[in-house]
């Protein structure tokens, strides 16, 4: 059980364009998500944390305008790239907690590529 | 904010040998919660165990088990009968139990195991 997917793997984009990311809960419904940023041999970095209905916190130094999360239901959140940049290129990183669970279940990742 | 120390960069141990991973982390609240994860190659995040501060009870999984010594602030991982397969970036993380200081994780830096065949 507590399986996280993440859509997609992989995305190569033109510096310009905007990249969606989705991650949803498989198999149980998650209040809360979160989304982080893994750049190589490094730690992960939290970039913003959503609850299903309302608007993400997110982490000082993240730009709210850049990076738009929309937790739409208990089982879907997106984390939307816009006006994507090469600087923007990392592994990027959602994860879910279940309903009164302490525990963080994280996707696959997705490693983006922006040209 | 609290913040989670993991001293070891890189680790490497001898297959079927035992190994110990290190974690210390600061924080002034006594309810919390303590994860390790693993992240293979794959990049994965996977959960290995995890460690409620109101227990004394050290955790274990298989071949996991942690060492917990609160007053220490000290949460290491150990693990025993190495495999191949547990080569990996391990990382420890903190979690507040406080409802009101919101549930996110405070990750250390990381320690690089390899495992020798």
């Known amino acids: 059980g507590a399986v996280v997917s993440q859509h997609p793997s992989w995305v190569i984009c033109k510096s310009g364009t905007s990249v969606k990311i989705e991650c949803r809960s498989l198999?149980?419904?998650?209040?809360?998500m979160f989304w982080y940023r893994q750049f190589p041999k490094q730690s992960l970095m939290l970039m913003a944390t959503?609850?299903?209905?309302?608007?993400?916190?997110?982490e000082q130094g993240v730009e709210k305008d850049k990076f738009l999360i929309n937790h739409a239901s208990l089982t879907l959140s997106t984390l939307t790239v816009t006006s994507a940049h090469p600087e923007d290129s990392s592994f990027y990183i959602c994860?879910?907690?279940?309903?009164?669970?302490?525990?963080?279940?994280f996707g696959p990742g997705t490693r983006l590529l922006v040209l | 904010a609290q913040t989670v120390t993991q001293s070891q960069p890189e680790m490497s141990v001898q297959e079927a040998e035992t190994v110990t991973l290190s974690c210390t982390y600061d924080t002034s609240e006594s309810d919390y919660y303590l994860f390790w994860y693993k992240q293979p190659p794959s990049r994965q995040m996977i959960l290995v165990i995890r460690q409620e501060a109101y227990k004394q009870q050290n955790a274990t999984e298989n071949r996991f088990s942690v060492n917990f010594q609160k007053a220490a602030k000290s949460f290491s991982l150990k693990i025993s009968d190495s495999q191949l397969g547990d080569a990996a970036m391990y990382f420890c993380a903190y979690r507040s139990a406080l409802a009101d200081t919101g549930n996110q994780f405070y990750f250390g830096t990381g320690t690089s195991l390899t495992v020798i065949p």
């Open positions: 994860s879910a907690t279940p309903w009164r669970r302490e525990t963080q279940y």
């Open positions: 959503s609850n299903e209905g309302s608007k993400a916190t997110y």
């Open positions: 198999d149980f419904q998650a209040t809360t």
